[in-house]
Every structure is written in C-alpha cells, then in structure tokens.
C-alpha cells in the first residue's frame, strides 16, 4: 500500500468561498471539455441513430442504471463517509483495511447486478417495450452493471482521500474515450451498437478509475473470510436505504420513458424528452460536479457541528447559485442555436422544454447541498424518506405536463417538481438538522431568481431586440451580482482590494 499524499488533513479553510470556487473551477473547468466532446458525441449519434436510436438507448442506460442501484447496497455513496473520516485521522493502515473492505463489498455486489440484469432481462423486456423483441439486449448489459458497480467503488476511494485532480483528469480522458468508442461503433453498426457502446464505456471508466485508485491502494480483495466481509455490515446497512432511495429514482424515470414510450409520439417522443433532459440537467453538471468529491467529504465532517454545517451548505448554496444563474440565462438565450450544433432541426422542439425546464435547475441549486444532510450523518432512512415523498410527485407532475402541454409542459413539470423538493427539503432539514438558510444567502437567491425569469421570458421571445436585449440586460445584472461576491469574499477580492489601496 502507497500512502497517500499530497493533501493534508483539511481544515475549517475547506468551508471558505476560496475553497469551494477553487474546486468547483478545477472540476467544472474539465467538464467544459466533457461537454465539448458530449457536444460532438450527441451530434453524431443524433445523425447515425436518429431520435428513435437516441431514445431506445437512454431506455437502455436508465433500466440499466436502475438494476446497478437495485443491486450495488448503495456501497459507493455509503463507504465515502467512513473513509473521508479515517482520511482526516491520517490513519493510513486503517485506511487501507477499509479500502480492502470496500472493494471486496463492491465486487460481489457487481458481480450480484450483472447476474440480476441476465435472469431479469425477459422481464425488463416487457416492462420497458411491452414485449420480448428486447431481451437478448437486455441481457448483454450485464457487463455494464457490474462495471458501473464497481466504478462507484473506485469512485469512493477517490472522493474519500480527496483525490479531486485525478478524478478531473478522469473525467477528461474518460470523455475522450467514450467519443472514441460510441462514434465508430453508432457509424458502422446503427443502433445494433447501442448495447455494445454501453459496455465498453463503462469498461473504459472502471479502468480509468481503478488505475487511478490503485496508485495509492492496489487492489486487492478477500471474497472468503466471514469474519472480514461481516466487518462490512455498515455499508450494507447504511446502503440499504439508499438502494431504495435508488430505485425509486431509477425506477420513477424508467415510469417516465415508459409512459412516454407509450404516447402517441413513441420512442421518438422518449428520444425528444431524454434530449431536452440532457440539454437541461446534463451540461449544467459543470457547475455541479464538485458536490460528490468535495463537498460531500466536507459536509461529512461538519454535521456534527451545526454552525460549521450551516456556513458550510450556506456558501456551497452562494457559489451554486452565482454560477448556474448567468449559465441558464446564456444558455436559454442560445438555445436555437445549441440544438443544431448538438443536435439536428428535428430536435428544435425540444427548446421550449428546456426553456420551462431552467428553474429545475436553478432549484436544484438551492436545495441540493441541504439533500446532503442525512447521507452526511449516516441517516439514510431519512435520506430514503425523503427521496420516495419527491418521486411520486415528481413522475406525476412531469407526465401531467407532458399531456397537458406537450414536451414545454413536461420542462414545467420538471421546474414545479424542483419547486417542491426545495419546499419540502428545506422544511424537513430544517427540523431535523438545524439548517438555517442565511440572510445573505436568501436574499441571493431572491435576486438571482429574478434575473432568472427575466431572462427566461427573454428567451421566449420571437423578435430579436426584445430577446437579446432583455436577455444581456438580466445576463449582466446576474454576473454583476457574482462578480460582488467573488471580490467581497474571496482572495482574489483581496487583492484587488490591495491593488487599489496601493494606487490611492
């Protein structure tokens, strides 16, 4: 075993806005890349499968991510707890125990979901498409189960000891590969090379993560001791609820595709929704993607000290916020534009749906450090609680707007279903937590929220004046508004502080 190296036990600095931005950067700053080679990979897979491929192949993905959560404990979200805290100990022989513990858990859980994906796939079959014609796909995604499992394993040690430059070159390289792999195999094999797409990119991002993780624990397992897998029973349990947390979650979008599937619009209507879905959730994940490996860690440290919590969910709010903000605003303005760079004419009607669908987003900004809470303390009854009582609401929302309005309805559906997880969030964690949103932080999101509509309705317009226009008037006031938190409260701030003393 390597001992880890290069980051310290973290401090109370970890909290601070210099912090939070700095890895946000580091991480969001390789997601541009992620999303400029998913901006290539969705314009050729939308040109060599079409909108039907597209949606048979997200119907794949999902009912495949839907066995891995059934199937995985919920190992890879659970282990990073015990392992970020053994990490701020600096107990490096403990540390490689429970490396040991958490590959050999998360190996027989992968080896469990591809099993269950191969027995289960006449059944997946017919729930998803209404018939048989799919199940020999359907069982050739085993492989993809078991790798993502144990993807998440690697992943965990990563987060765990902190490791967030190698999982941001990770991130870069595994977006290259996924290119590389899904271009050719879509051009020569149409949609027969939806389900080995699927296998090998997860293949690729195991090995990436694995050669990764290795460098400071290589792997090793032990499947046959009772006494050292019983030593595991804490994942198991603090897993259990998260599985189910996890398959309500799958299980809600698959009912979604499902529905959809069935409309009068087919796979095609599935295909335009996972489009829209991924315009709208997908590219906004630059701002999000420093939650799992930083924050997370951070917040697991601080749960038990409820005025470290409350700065800490506090400022991760601030900078979630700030950033996505100006993002949806330029986004939503460029739209048009967007689908036929990523897409083609035919998805044009998906930018309504992305439209509605900003304030999802933007919610999701507000709520999403607080949803960390009962995973940060171990609590994942709570955390499972929470995610069935968002579930129903959410499906039945999204699907009631889809009938009423079409696809801009189900964006609505998406931004009323953010709206009420906010609510609903906020009121329970409340209680349960201590949290306590702060003034500062309220009146941002007040703010912000405004330039948000505003830019939205923008964004409607047909007439070009009215909609650039009005859209870089609330994209300048909401930068502006970033721009004075960035130099009231962070180094860069202070320097320039410095810098203008110094000239007066």
């Known amino acids: 075993m390597t001992e880890p190296s290069g980051n310290t036990a973290p401090t109370r600095d970890e909290a601070s806005y210099n912090h939070i931005l700095k890895y946000t950067g580091l991480l969001g700053g390789v997601q541009v890349f992620y999303v400029l080679m998913a901006v290539v990979r969705n314009k050729l897979t939308a040109l060599f499968i079409g909108a039907a491929g597209m949606g048979l192949a997200d119907l794949y ?14 190992i890879g979200f659970s282990a990073v707890r015990r392992l970020s805290a053994l990490y701020e100990e600096g107990d490096t022989r403990r540390m490689g ?3 040991r513990l958490i590959r050999t858990w998360t190996l027989l859980t992968a080896l469990l979901g591809g099993a269950a994906c191969a027995v289960a796939a006449p059944l997946l079959s017919r729930l998803t ?11 050739l995604l085993a492989p993809a189960v078991a790798f993502a499992t144990l993807t998440g394993g690697e992943l965990a040690v990563l987060k765990g000891i902190r490791r967030l430059k190698a999982m941001a070159a990770i991130s870069a390289v595994g977006a290259l590969a996924t290119l590389l792999i899904t271009a050719p195999l879509y051009w020569l094999m149409g949609t027969r090379g939806i389900v080995p797409v699927l296998v090998l990119t997860a293949a690729a991002t195991f090995a990436l993560n694995c050669r990764a993780a290795t460098r400071h624990f290589p792997y090793h397992v032990t499947l046959l001791r009772r006494r050292f897998l019983r030593q595991g029973g804490h994942l198991v349990r603090l897993g259990g609820a998260y599985i189910v947390a996890g398959i309500f979650g799958s299980g809600a979008e698959m009912a979604l595709r ?18 829209g879905f991924t315009l709208t ?32 969910a506090n400022r991760q709010i601030d900078v979630l916020v700030l950033l996505i903000v100006p993002f949806l605003i330029a986004f939503a303005m460029a739209l048009p534009l967007i689908v036929r760079l990523l897409y083609t004419t035919a998805f044009l009607g998906i930018v309504p749906m992305v439209v509605c ?13 607080v949803a960390y809470l009962p995973l940060a303390a171990g609590h994942a009854l709570t955390y499972m609680a929470m995610e069935l009582a968002y579930d129903v609401p959410f499906v039945l929302l999204v699907i009631g707007g889809y009938r009423w309005g079409g696809l801009a309805g189900a964006g609505l559906g998406l931004s009323l279903a953010g709206a009420y997880n906010l609510l609903l969030v906020w009121a329970c964690y409340a209680r349960r937590y201590g949290f306590r949103p702060a003034a500062p932080t309220l009146r941002r999101c007040l703010v912000q929220g405004l330039w948000l509509v505003a830019g939205l309705v923008a964004a409607w317009q047909a007439a070009p004046l009215p909609r650039y226009g009005l859209g870089a008037a609330a994209l300048l006031l909401s930068l502006a508004c970033s721009w004075r938190l960035l130099m009231q409260e962070t180094a860069l ?4 502080a410095r810098f ?5």
Do not use: W
Request: proline share 3%; with cysteine; hydrophobic share 45%.
């Open 97 to 99: 125990h429970y490396v």
């Open 500 to 504: 203008r003393h110094k000239h007066h």
């Open 61 to 74: 993905a999902r009912t495949a991510e839907l066995v891995g959560n059934t199937t995985n404990l919920g």
């Open 258 to 275: 499902a529905c959809l599937s069935r409309s009068p619009g087919g796979l095609e209507a599935v295909g335009l929704y996972a489009a």
């Open 493 to 496: 701030g202070r320097i320039a």
């Open 357 to 369: 669908a900003a304030g999802y987003m933007f919610f999701k900004a507000v709520f999403s450090p």
């Open 281 to 312: 959730v997908s590219y906004a994940r630059i701002i999000f993607v420093a939650m799992d490996a930083d924050y997370f860690p951070r917040l697991s440290a601080a749960v038990a000290d409820r005025r470290r919590l409350n700065l800490t």
């Open 129 to 139: 498409t209404g018939g048989g014609g799919h199940t020999a796909d359907y069982a």
